[in-house]
């Protein structure tokens, strides 16, 4: 018989980075390492986030932790590992993730954190407007995932924490990535101390002094851990705002997952354990979520199989006691999460054309 190759040599297919981040449980699960997979499991946080389930009668059968398709992941993005618990601050990015009941495809929608929905209240029921990035600050992840779950008429079966501060971490153990952008923007929030080797641009800050800000020549741009940073936070000077940093974030997703099939980390045992424990020490999932099975039925997603959409905008406005917020396209949203849930999005893609990940703006 012929002599069987190792496991870990054999070809992995990566989810990217849960986009860029469940790819290591999906790395760990093909390869079958108990190492790996305990590790993994190991730097994983573990909080309550999800609502509480409806109330069952007493002897009556438990739910299995699902990890078929279809099925809703909700990524929120933190400055720190905070476990969703209210009072832990705003969350800057909020992506969801819809994956069919192929699972062979994923389509990661933006709602950018100004966002103006009715936020869910604390028993779940339907509030008041705000930006959507309130719902966390004022419930944690469980208000969050209630708030989307309401205005979309879906069911999200895995919030997930990251911390977007692992990014330096992880982009630099890949050798930075590479981004297309299509014309230079200034960030005049993002001051640079004397001698940084970063590209930079004359500013003034609040005090009137003269700085050097954070610069983005047109063209490819190599990003180093810290300057991948700047980028992904970049707000101020974009031409669309909040919605050109949400394409930022598909941007790097999508640059990040190509990035660590280029380098064929997946292949080498000690690099792969590297990836596993630093893309794992970025998360925080909820307790019951079985992070190895789930990441062993994503295990056939590439980066190219994700397609990337931003939730319609109708407008910006400014309203009294909340400030400038984004106003969802009432009846394009419909359309999409009609088309979610009825197994339609390849359609709703077709009328209404995702995202070109491949520049930034």
Same mark, same amino acid.
């Given at each position: ?15 990217? +980075?849960?986009?860029?981040? =469940? ?8 390869? $079958?390492?108990? /190492?790996?997979?305990?590790? !993994? ?17 007493a ?39 819809? /994956? ?15 966002? !103006? ?7 779940? *029921? ?9 719902? !966390? ?12 779950n309401?205005?979309? $008429?879906?069911?999200?079966d ?7 501060? $692992? ?5 630099? =153990?890949?050798?930075? +990535? ?11 929030? #993002? &001051? =640079? ?5 970063y ?19 047109? $063209? ?11 980028y992904?936070?970049?707000? @101020?000077g /974009? ?8 394409? #930022?974030?598909?941007? !790097?997703? @999508? ?21 596993? #424990? ?12 079985? +992070? ?18 931003? =939730?319609?905008?109708? *407008?910006?406005?400014d ?17 999409? &999460?009609?088309a979610?849930?009825?197994?339609? /999005?390849d ?10 990940v491949?520049?930034?703006?």
């Open positions: 018989m012929p002599e069987r190759r190792p496991l870990w040599r054999r070809p992995r297919l990566i989810l990217a +980075v849960v986009l860029a981040v =469940l790819v290591t449980g999906s790395a760990a699960a093909v390869a $079958g390492t108990r /190492l790996l997979a305990g590790r !993994y499991e190991g730097a994983v946080e573990r909080a309550d986030l999800l609502p509480p389930a409806p109330t069952r009668s002897g009556g059968p438990t739910e299995p932790p699902k990890v078929r398709g279809p099925m809703n992941l909700l990524l929120i993005g933190s400055d720190s590992r905070t476990k969703g618990a209210p009072g832990d601050g705003r969350s800057d990015v909020v992506i969801l993730i819809h /994956l069919p009941a192929s699972t062979r495809r994923a389509y990661v929608i933006s709602i950018p954190r100004d966002t !103006y929905l009715p936020i869910a209240t604390a028993d779940g *029921e339907r509030g008041d407007r705000n930006k959507v990035n309130a719902a !966390y600050a004022w419930g944690g992840a469980p208000r969050l995932v209630q708030t989307i309401r205005f979309g $008429g879906i069911t999200i895995w919030p997930v924490i990251v911390d977007f501060a $692992g990014i330096r971490k992880l982009t630099d =153990l890949v050798g930075g +990535v590479d981004v297309v952008i299509d014309k230079a923007t200034v960030d005049s929030y #993002r &001051f =640079l101390p004397a001698g940084s080797p590209p930079s641009a004359p500013c003034t800050d609040p005090q009137g002094r003269s700085r050097r800000c954070v610069a983005f020549p047109a $063209g490819k741009v190599h990003l180093d851990g810290k300057l991948a940073e700047f992904v936070r970049q707000r @101020r /974009l031409p669309h705002d909040d919605i050109d940093r949400s394409a #930022r974030h598909q941007q !790097y997703l @999508r640059a990040l997952a190509d990035k660590i099939a280029e380098q064929n980390l997946l292949t080498d045992p000690q690099g792969l354990d590297k990836l596993v #424990r630093t893309a794992a020490g970025m998360l925080t999932v909820d307790r019951r979520m079985p +992070v190895q099975r789930l990441a062993f039925t994503l295990r056939h997603l590439r980066s190219k199989d994700l397609t990337f959409v931003t =939730l319609p905008i109708a *407008e910006n406005r309203v009294p006691g909340v400030g400038a917020v984004m106003v969802p396209d009432a009846e394009r949203c419909r359309e999409l &999460f009609a979610l849930r009825g197994g339609r /999005l359609q709703y893609m077709r009328d209404h054309p995702p995202n070109d491949r520049h930034g703006r």
